[in-house]
């Protein structure tokens, strides 16, 4: 993983981060056919699962339940498409591109274009501490947790608590947040998209309503959607908060050096790294967003001091969740209890 100091092994730093941008522009082609069968052979499985589900209503409600589980895993893959959609990178054609993400985005009950605008301000600010609040997980730094009033230092533990941020929270993001462009009211557009989303949205669950009664929405659209939506916030959380992560105030921020040294690498089961689409490569696809996510592991054969940077494997990713302050002086995320001890 890292060394004592919480820098990169040293085979990882033979050169400066920009520097990388270059070589990884070899890797941003999309291969038209590739994406196709990508997009295929993730609809395809999630939408057979559905019906299996669907059919299995009548037979035992556990066995719906098991399956819908099962299919959440589908429906992080195709957020992650949408989110590929979202950087460019899934076709060569922008409008194609797009369209396709507007329609992923109803069923991960993510409006496309809110989510795009937000997603960019969080690579075009990840890791500066000047510019936090959109597209991230609030992170506040040790003195500003120091200066808040009890019922704010309250109010902070609440929301960096493990049942909070993995239980209740993503649910709230994606059932209820999601609903509104918040961050974005002022723009149409954003009231379009996420308006749009919701009349479909809307009306697909009518459907569903009318044909199958509530059973389906309770047993399958609800487990698949809060499992992809739990799973993906882990995803999001360990990418961006561990040992080693990379914060700046404003005039020592670097967006090149906040991409490399502030994004994870997250080692998976093949299995597991296949259904979350490669996402755990994650310090790469911040060097280079443009990258298509089937060709991340294509960069990682080809470079093995990519490979080797920040590496953390699920076991180390476990006591990431004790990490909730940022220590200016040392540089380090700490816990309460080593920020208490400051």
């Keep these: 993983m890292f060394d004592q100091s919480g820098d990169l092994p040293q085979e990882s730093v033979t050169r400066e981060p920009r520097e990388w941008v270059k070589t990884l522009a070899a890797y941003r082609e999309p ?47 195709l957020f992650v498409i949408q989110h590929d959609c979202g950087h460019g990178s899934f076709f060569y054609n922008r409008n194609l591109s797009d369209w396709l993400g507007r329609a992923l985005g109803v069923l991960t009950l993510t ?35 120091d200066a808040l009033t009890p019922l704010s230092r309250l109010k902070y533990r609440l929301y960096r608590n493990p049942i909070v941020l993995f239980g209740f929270g993503p649910g709230y993001l994606f059932l209820l947040q999601n609903r509104l462009p918040l961050g974005l009211m002022n723009g149409a557009r954003y009231w379009v998209s996420a308006m749009g989303t919701n009349i479909a ?3 697909g669950l ?15 659209f ?37 991409a490399l040294h502030g994004s994870s690498h997250y080692v998976l089961p ?13 310090h790469v696809h911040h060097l280079y967003s443009r990258i298509p996510f ?21 076991r180390e990713s476990l006591g990431n969740v004790r990490l909730k302050l940022w220590d200016e002086k040392s540089g380090r995320l700490l816990s309460f209890g080593q920020a208490r001890k400051l």
């Design 31 to 77: 291969n038209a056919l590739r994406s196709w069968v990508e997009l295929g052979i993730t609809v395809g499985p999630f939408v057979i699962l559905w019906a299996l589900a669907w059919w299995s209503l009548s037979i035992s409600y556990w066995l719906t339940l098991a399956v819908s589980i099962v299919n959440g895993a589908f429906l992080l893959r």
């Design 111 to 145: 409006p496309y274009d809110v989510w795009r605008r937000s997603h960019s301000i969080h690579h075009s600010a990840s890791g500066n501490l000047a510019r936090r609040g959109i597209g991230d997980i609030h992170t506040m730094t040790v003195a500003e947790y």
């Design 201 to 203: 949205l809307l009306v």
């Design 206 to 220: 009518s459907v569903i309503l009318y044909f199958g009664g509530i059973m389906p929405i309770l047993l399958i």
């Design 222 to 258: 609800l487990p698949s959607t809060l499992l992809a939506a739990t799973t993906g916030m882990w995803l999001f959380y360990v990418q961006h908060q561990f040992e080693g992560a990379h914060w700046d105030s404003e005039e020592d921020w670097q967006v090149h050096d906040a």
């Design 270 to 282: 093949s299995p597991l790294q296949w259904l979350s689409g490669n996402i755990g490569i994650h």
């Design 294 to 314: 089937y060709r991340l592991p294509e960069v990682l054969r080809d470079h093995a001091e990519l490979a080797t940077g920040n590496c953390m494997t699920i």
